[in-house]
């Protein structure tokens, strides 16, 4: 830290033209390569991760003050919210030492770290630091190895795709001068509404700190976006699901029935439940986990195909197929065992019955089913990668009987062998702090061409 006296200087220097990007701590990205791939073979692409704005340090910039500490606003500095997005900056973080985060080049390691902070949130990021990488996935393949041998029950080590701004909203809303470089503008089909900025404007109307988490709190607005879940999963369970939404792109729900909350789960923008592809929950509890067939002690490699009804990129998305590979196996998705529903594939058929048979509310088709999603993809989204606790539900809608209220002899309850008092946060952070995940060769390309 030998220049930070320079990078001091400078913030303050930046403070007086008003920009909202701190200096106080270096920002230097983790190089993350990817490969494309034809039938011809895959090229390399080097980028790098950011870690999401809601993570960092938020201050003054003028001087250190924090903007917020815990789990509250400074009412000088943010009297409302446009004036508190003027007045505060996004700082640089230390990936490894504040998060955890680690990178080889082409393996990226997010650990639990359990401090002032808990788990983390990063982004693909493309050249100059100045957009994220988009991706179109229809009529592609998407392919990354995972080791989640590290990670419990209760935790979540998730890569997925969401349909926030290229530029994290920087061109858009003028009081955003932070943009991607600082992880800006994150967006997901629950309309989260525990993020400081949306917008361009903090979210401090109606802010309501958490009751069980120090660092957290929601305000009135969240931020929605179509979202693919290509993998949330632990030690466990697995699942794949696509959430769609009934707009275009990032929008910012400013009310309970637009954002889905509480009694309003099924009134917002987004479908918050999605259209789930869990072995277990589907009936296979001998497929994943350790010692199963894909065996979880030990890295693998995960395949997710996105077909269209005309096998082109700008067909209609039909099915979203799940392959893996271990030691050399190529190990097709376990069939859904579950009566009246078929398959190992996500399709609209799928989605429909899976619903019908479990008795859930469909909100996936209501919202546009995987057409919808697809367009998603055609407009272009941003890969996802985090690991984190459940201050919500506990994580049991992953590895657990799920909800609590219900038999557990009842089709979909159970989602793995996690206890029913599993997850709780306090008590997988006491137990296991040094958790971790690993992504590594993340490759996209004509179906087929990334995995042999
Ligand atoms: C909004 O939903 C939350 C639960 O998520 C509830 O506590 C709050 O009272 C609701 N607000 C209104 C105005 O209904
Ligand atoms: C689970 O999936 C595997 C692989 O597809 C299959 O061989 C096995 O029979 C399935 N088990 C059950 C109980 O369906």
């Not at 990226?108 to 990021?125: A, E, I």
């Not at 919202?367 to 984190?388: D, K, T």
């Not at 029913?420 to 958790?435: K, L, Q």
Request: glycine share 12%; with cysteine.
């Amino acid at each position: 830290m030998h220049s930070s006296i320079a990078f001091a200087t400078l913030a303050f220097a930046a403070g007086v033209l008003g920009q909202q990007a701190g200096t106080l701590t270096t920002e230097t990205h983790p190089a993350l390569s990817m490969s494309r791939c034809t039938t011809a073979g895959c090229a390399t692409e080097s980028h790098s991760i950011v870690l999401d704005a809601n993570w960092r340090w938020l201050h003054s910039t003028s001087d250190s003050t924090n903007c917020y500490t815990g789990n509250t606003w400074d009412s000088t500095l943010c009297p409302d919210a446009a004036t508190c997005a003027e007045n505060c900056a996004l700082d640089g973080a230390d990936y490894e030492g504040t998060y955890g985060i680690t990178s080889t080049g082409t393996a990226l390691t997010m650990t639990l770290k359990v401090g002032s902070n808990v788990g983390s949130r990063v982004y693909l990021l493309g050249p100059k630091s100045e957009n994220y990488v988009l991706f179109q996935l229809k009529n592609r393949e998407f392919t990354f190895d995972v080791d989640v041998s590290n990670l419990p029950c209760g935790l979540n080590g998730a890569l997925y795709f969401v349909e926030m701004d290229r530029d994290g909203g920087m061109s858009e809303y003028t009081n955003n001068k932070a943009g991607a470089k600082y992880g800006t503008g994150y967006c997901d089909s629950q309309c989260p509404q525990d993020i400081k900025f949306i917008n361009g404007e903090a979210n401090i109307a109606g802010w309501t700190p958490s009751t069980n988490n120090a660092n957290t709190g929601t305000g009135s607005h969240g931020s929605c976006c179509n979202e693919m879940d290509i993998w949330e999963a632990n030690k466990i369970s697995a699942a794949v699901t696509p959430h769609v939404c009934n707009k275009a792109g990032q929008t910012m729900c400013t009310d309970n029935t637009t954002c889905g909350a509480g009694d309003d789960r099924y009134n917002g923008v987004c479908d918050k439940d999605g259209c789930d592809f869990n072995s277990y929950r589907m009936g296979n509890t001998s497929f994943y986990g350790a010692g199963k067939i894909v065996d979880t002690s030990s890295k693998f490699t995960v395949v997710t195909q996105f077909i269209t009804d005309d096998g082109t990129d700008t067909g209609t998305l039909t099915e979203i197929k799940r392959i893996y590979v271990q030691d050399g196996v190529v190990i097709q998705n376990s069939k859904s065992d579950i009566s009246g529903v078929d398959g190992n594939s996500i399709t609209d058929t799928f989605c429909k019955a899976q619903k019908t048979a479990f008795g859930d509310t469909d909100s996936f088709e209501t919202r546009g089913g995987l057409a919808a999603m697809g367009e998603a993809f055609g407009r272009g989204m941003v890969l996802v990668m985090s690991i984190w606790d459940d201050y919500a539900a506990e994580m049991r809608w992953l590895d657990a009987p799920y909800p609590a209220t219900a038999s557990t002899s009842k089709a979909g309850v159970v989602r793995g062998t996690c206890g029913a008092d599993s997850g709780v946060p306090a008590t997988v952070e006491a137990d296991s702090p040094g958790a971790s995940v690993t992504y590594s060769d993340i490759k996209v390309g004509a179906i087929g061409s990334t995995y042999s």
